[in-house]
């Protein structure tokens, strides 16, 4: 009998020189595989990962068994949730802050530039400390008539000489004077920014057109003008050696922006003036005869 006679299956019984090798005592043939049948699809067997912390034996190792961590097939923590506890606390307050912080400066805003209510007038004050000087509001640029000049304030002083005699300086143009010192700087400060602009409007807004104070406000906006175009002149040392600065008269130049060369519309290119008549220094306002 030949190999083709014993079925569909060509493969003769491995054994020693002695014949076959006999089956197990239970009957089992003996290259029966150890363990139960296989059951999963295509006669496979399942795989371990069903099971975390099953044992998993090794390709090319029968027999031999490992077993795999709980947290093998855990997914990598990131963000604030792979911080330590103590850290995710910080990061935790650290988020409340803003977002209350923001919502507090949100609110202040809405508050300033809405119409006048029962909150601002309770805590008008509160309100304008919050927003001035750094969170200004300023809708001019978006008025239907935007502001179209370019206004420009000006000094000159009359120095008392160390012979006595007076003196009267040229015109300082404190604007152009904060221009340069603005233009190119990528963190100029608010006073170069604001500063005089503030003074001026504020001057404005409680004179009449014939410089007459149209408040209670009218002598604080004037003291306070002159106190800052005391400072720049003699920071422009408007008065030498052995002079002092006696008294300080301020104008405004108001110059039309001239409108864009495919428009017809036609503005005067000439400067409008504004003199303030002629204010006394005090000793002591900083403005005296320089050493």
């Known amino acids: 009998m030949d190999v083709y006679d014993e079925g569909s299956d060509p493969r003769q019984e491995s054994g020693g020189p002695d014949g076959p090798v006999p089956d197990r005592p239970d009957g089992s043939a003996r290259n029966a595989p150890d363990g139960p049948a296989p059951s999963g699809p295509g006669g496979g067997q399942e795989p371990a990962s069903a099971d975390r912390g099953a044992p998993v034996a090794p390709a090319g190792e029968p027999g031999a068994q490992v077993t795999v ?14 911080l330590s506890l ?15 912080a923001s919502c507090v400066h949100v609110a202040m805003v809405f508050l300033h530039v809405a119409p006048a209510n029962t909150v601002t007038k309770q805590h008008g004050r509160a309100i304008d400390d919050w927003i001035y000087p750094e969170f200004e509001q300023n809708w001019k640029l978006f008025a239907p008539n935007p502001l179209q000049q370019n206004i420009a ?3 000159r002083a009359e120095v008392r000489t160390e012979d006595g005699g007076h003196r009267t300086t040229g015109w300082y143009d404190l604007s152009a004077l904060d221009g340069e010192a ?3 700087n990528l963190l100029p400060s608010h006073t170069q920014q604001n500063e005089l602009r503030r003074a001026w409007d504020f001057y404005l807004a409680t004179h009449d057109n014939e410089n007459r104070p149209a408040g209670m406000r009218g002598d604080l906006s004037q003291r306070y003008l002159r106190s800052i175009v005391g400072l720049r002149l003699e920071r422009e040392h ?4 052995g002079e002092a600065v006696g008294r300080v008269q301020v104008r405004s130049s108001t110059t039309n922006v001239q409108p864009p060369r495919w428009s017809n519309e036609k503005v005067s290119d000439k400067p409008m003036y504004r003199v303030l008549p002629w204010w006394s220094v005090p000793t002591d306002s900083g403005t005296g005869a320089n050493a």
């Open 86 to 100: 103590r850290y995710q606390i910080a990061a935790a307050l650290a988020l409340a802050v803003v977002a209350v």
């Open 238 to 241: 408007a008065a030498g050696r």
């Open 182 to 184: 603005i233009d190119g």
């Open 69 to 82: 961590p709980p947290d093998a097939y855990a997914v990598p923590r990131t963000g604030i949730a792979a």
């Open 153 to 155: 304030v000006q000094v």
